[in-house]
């Protein structure tokens, strides 16, 4: 687990006067150096050694700098939590072997059977089952609410409530929810606010600013970059973050240390990648809304988007991540997706290369055509996860697809 005791690169806010583009290349990596590197290793050792009992006490007990057991801590790993830390300003973060355990280890690690958790409809495939199946069995009570409706989000938290999840940009829908006025809701009624700041990134958005308690990553999409590491990762105060570090420690879903490693490179070149992202995926947005095959374009950048003035107010980007209905439904979209050149027709996002699919076979797997239409995500839909590649070839890359529709 990364806290900032000690550390000479961040305060107690977890942000310095270093811009982002500089703290994702330095931040929370002097810790981790070692033999006048100027790289962080990756350390492989299930243990750490102590040449005296009383020193290995103290640190087992947390009562000075160390590492014991890999499952526990890395070094590797805990360069990666406090990069990210300091990139979204939490005073703690700890770090899971994926961003659904991230999602879960959260929850569980939280909530007891008795609370009730509040959040909306149309959350994350994995989240949502949580919260339909997972949790329910575990007499945790849940409300999904209407994602786009605040007013009837804010009632829910009246009534009391343990916990209200939030995620946004939404997958895949890319609905914004206001963070900074339901956060203000939920602590009002003396609960915790969890964010899931994936589609956005620390870069484009900083939940814990608005009000949020915790923030948290699917690490392998946006952070990772590059769809080749598995991760997860939660930020927010010590104390929290000390209660879910505690249930991932012994739950076990610990992250690779060769995965952190991986996750500190890429977030080297973090605020490049978004920038050029948000700036080619609101230029293929806007293409995309003036096509007679496309039904609709769901994107926050767009002035049509239904909450564009919240996303305007609480985001610094849009994001790399859109999507878009055909006309036609399902048959349409398996006709134009195999048509594409540039992207990867997989199940993942945030990567460098383009990424096309849809939401049955991504983002809601786990959900039947009934269960997505009640969430109000349509079979005709497109996930559309925009790379780092030339925007005209990618425009022109869809207009031959297109052609079939």
């Known amino acids: 687990m990364s806290k ?26 002097d810790a981790a150096r070692a033999h006048r590197a100027t790289q962080v290793p990756v350390v492989y050792s299930a243990a750490f050694g102590y040449e005296d009992v009383d020193t290995w006490v103290d640190t087992a007990l947390g009562r000075r700098e160390g590492h014991i057991y890999t499952r526990n801590t890395n070094p590797t790993v805990a360069a990666f ?32 059977p008795g609370d009730r958790v509040v959040s909306v409809k149309d959350t994350y495939g994995g989240t949502n089952q949580l919260f339909v199946d997972f949790l329910p069995r575990w007499g945790v009570e849940v409300e999904l609410c209407d994602t ?7 009632a829910a938290i009246a009534e009391g409530c343990r916990l209200v999840y939030l995620e946004s940009p939404t997958n895949p829908t890319l609905k914004v929810m ?14 915790v606010v969890v964010t899931d700041n994936t589609f956005a990134t620390p870069i484009n958005q900083n939940p814990l600013a608005l009000g949020s308690d915790l923030v948290l990553h699917s690490a392998t999409k946006f952070l990772g970059g590059h769809a080749d590491a598995l991760g997860g990762v939660l930020c927010g105060p010590a104390e929290l973050i000390k209660k879910v570090y505690h249930y991932r420690e012994i739950t076990g879903s610990s992250m690779d240390p060769m995965a952190a490693w991986l996750m500190v490179r890429s977030l080297k ?33 767009l002035e049509s988007h239904l909450h564009h003035d919240v996303a305007a107010r609480q985001m610094r980007g849009y994001g790399g991540m859109l999507s878009f209905s055909l006309r036609g439904g399902f048959a349409a979209v398996k006709r134009v997706l195999p048509r594409l050149r540039l992207a990867h027709l997989a199940a993942n996002l945030g990567a460098v290369e383009t990424l096309a699919g849809v939401p049955a076979t991504t983002s809601h797997v786990e959900c039947t055509v009934e269960e997505r239409a009640a969430m109000g995500i349509p079979e005709g839909l497109v996930r559309y996860s925009v790379g780092i590649e030339d925007v005209g070839d990618l425009i022109a890359d869809l207009d031959q697809a297109f052609a079939v529709a």
Do not use: C
């Not at 005791?5 to 961040?10: E, L, M, V």
């Not at 990139?87 to 770090?95: D, I």
């Not at 490049?272 to 948000?278: A, P, Y």
């Open 269 to 301: 070149t973090l605020v490049l990648r978004v920038q050029r992202q948000n700036e080619n995926a609101l230029a293929i947005a806007r293409w995309l809304s003036e096509q007679p095959q496309v039904e609709a374009v769901n994107y926050p950048g």
């Open 148 to 154: 786009t409706d605040f007013g009837q989000i804010e």
């Open 81 to 112: 939590e406090e990069k990210v830390r300091i990139l979204e300003g939490g005073e703690a973060a700890t770090s899971f072997a994926t961003g659904m355990a991230a999602v879960s280890n959260t929850l569980f690690g939280l909530l007891t």
């Open 4 to 29: 900032d005791a000690g550390r000479s690169d961040a305060g107690r806010s977890g942000r310095t006067g270093l811009s982002p583009a500089t703290l994702a290349v330095r931040a929370g990596e």
């Open 178 to 191: 206001d963070i900074a006025r339901l956060s203000a809701a939920a602590h009002e009624a003396g609960a």
